[in-house]
């Protein structure tokens, strides 16, 4: 699994870091997502997926083990 972002469509909701502490983290200033771990192990692959699709802003991208989405 790698995870890319687009922080530019990030809105700040945390529902990443609530979901996958080990991966995500938000910025002080602005509440932007910051990428801890590009490929998470697979024990947190339900977690990473669980943030992806609870962004409102679809601002995480979660490809396969060859990198595609």
């Known amino acids: 699994m790698k995870i ?5 469509r ?3 909701a945390g529902h990443c870091v ?5 991966v ?4 002080e200033s602005d509440g932007v997502v910051i990428l801890l771990d590009t ?3 697979a024990a947190l692959a339900d977690a990473v997926h669980e943030a ?3 962004c409102p802003a ?3 991208l979660v490809g396969g083990e060859d990198g595609t989405p």
């Open 4 to 8: 890319t972002l687009e922080p530019g």
């Open 52 to 54: 992806a699709d609870l």
């Open 39 to 41: 490929e998470p192990d």
């Open 24 to 27: 995500f983290d938000q910025d």
């Open 18 to 22: 609530l979901s996958a502490p080990e």
């Open 10 to 12: 990030c809105v700040g």
């Open 58 to 60: 679809r601002a995480i």
